[in-house]
Each structure stands twice: as structure tokens, then as C-alpha cells.
């Protein structure tokens, strides 16, 4: 069972930063970032971004150019960094890794992002 461990987050004032890091219990293929609104169950988690082993990224839309996600694969680490933040990238943001070879998929707790206007 992989662990994901997640550290970041908090509350921000519109047009500032926040950083959001997660770690792993071991090196895993592709490790990313999704969000979701409220911790409601019918709620859906999006994704906000992801990179693989070979630093292959891919961004939502709503985030390019001002997230940006970087991994450290010898730490096991994944970093999102988020600037000019807008009050609606406030949600829930979920540490998300995949395992390729045995189509696995891990969470994390998630951390509470809130951009206040």
C-alpha cells in the first residue's frame, strides 16, 4: 500500500501563493494533483495537475501558467506550486499517485486551499 503525505495549504488573499508538497512511501510512476470543492462524496475531484518519472506535465486549463507541479524522484516528492491564486481554486486539493504497471491508484488525505477576494 502506498502512502501519500500531504503538507501545504491554507488560506491566501487573492493574487497571492501557496505551495503544496506530498510525499510517497516509494517511488511510484506518476504522482499529481487533484481538487475538489467540498469533501462531499457527489462531488467530483479534478485534476490540477500531474507529471510522470520523466517530468512529463500535464496542467488544467484553469492553472496554466500560473501552477506549476515539479517532482523529486529521489525524495518521492511532488510539489505544486500555486501563484496569482483566485478565489475560485479554493477546494479541497488531494495528493494523487498512479502505478502504471499494476493500474493502482492513491490518495492522499487532502488539504483545504482557501483564496479569500
Known amino acids: 500500500q502506498v502512502q501519500l503525505v500531504e503538507s501545504g495549504g491554507g488560506l491566501v488573499q487573492a493574487g497571492g501563493s501557496l505551495r503544496l508538497s506530498c510525499v510517497a512511501s516509494?517511488?511510484?510512476?506518476?504522482m499529481g494533483w487533484y481538487r475538489q470543492v467540498s469533501r462531499n462524496e457527489g462531488q467530483q475531484r479534478a485534476l490540477?495537475?500531474?507529471?510522470?518519472?520523466?517530468?512529463?506535465?500535464t496542467y488544467a486549463d484553469s492553472v496554466k501558467g500560473r501552477f506549476t507541479i515539479s517532482r523529486d524522484n529521489a525524495k518521492n516528492t511532488v510539489t505544486l506550486q500555486m501563484d496569482s491564486l483566485k478565489p475560485e481554486d479554493t477546494a479541497v486539493y488531494y495528493c494523487?499517485?498512479?502505478?502504471?504497471?499494476?493500474?493502482?491508484?492513491?490518495w492522499g488525505q487532502g488539504t483545504q486551499v482557501t483564496v479569500s477576494s
Open positions: 494523487n499517485a498512479f502505478d502504471i504497471t499494476r493500474r493502482n491508484v492513491y
Open positions: 516509494v517511488s511510484i510512476d506518476v
Open positions: 490540477v495537475a500531474r507529471v510522470t518519472e520523466n517530468n512529463s506535465t
